[in-house]
Each structure stands twice: as C-alpha cells, then as structure tokens.
C-alpha cells in the first residue's frame, strides 16, 4: 500500500461459500470502512437483506435472475443493480457479479428474510 491508495489482486484471494454462493472478497472492511467490494458466482443464494449496506451489482457473466423488492431481474451481462437497505434479494441460476458496497460489508449485517 502507497500513500494514498490501496492495490489489490483477486488472484490472491482465496473464494468463500457464502450466503449467495462463491465469493472472492477482494476490498473488504479490513482494508477501509468506506466500501468494499466482492467478485461473486451466484448459483442458489439464500434470501437476505441488509439494514445498513447499500449494495451494487454489475453482471460480467453468466445468466440468471435476481429476486429483489419483489419482483425478478433477469441478469446477464451489463445489468447495474442497486439495492437500497432493507431491501431483500436473492439470486439464482448461474452469473457472476462484482459486488460493491458501502459501507463496507459486515458479516452482522445479513439478515434471512
């Protein structure tokens, strides 16, 4: 780390089964409170909110559908959601999503829904 920045490589992250499946958590809270950010395949995640994260997902592959605020998103390449706090989702079929949140994720704040 420089003054100033922050450089990181996925390659040296291990991935993890999470609530919404295989997760290379890359930027987390360890590195700043502000944000944190995710590489995750979505197969079957479990439905879930957060009360206080407000997250991001941008599709880079696969297919799917994401069940948010009651209704389903087809998710494909491209596809920018956001998800406010308070609001549950779940994914399913098969895609891949970089994940940015803020503040940073914190494991407490992943509520079943």
Request: net charge negative; proline share 4%.
């Amino acid at each position: 780390m420089g003054e100033g920045y922050l450089v990181l490589r996925s390659s040296d992250v291990d991935p993890l089964e999470s609530i919404c499946g295989e997760s290379r958590r890359i930027l987390t809270r360890r590195d700043t409170e502000k944000l944190s950010l995710h590489v995750v395949r979505i197969r079957e995640a479990k439905r879930h909110y957060h009360e206080r994260c407000t997250e991001v997902y941008y599709v880079v592959d696969g297919r799917g559908v994401l069940e948010v605020g009651g209704e389903e998103v087809e998710m494909e390449p491209g596809v920018v959601v956001l998800i406010e706090p308070g609001t549950a989702h779940a994914g399913r079929g098969d895609f891949e999503a970089v994940v940015v949140t803020a503040p940073a994720w914190d494991e407490g704040d992943e509520h079943p829904a």
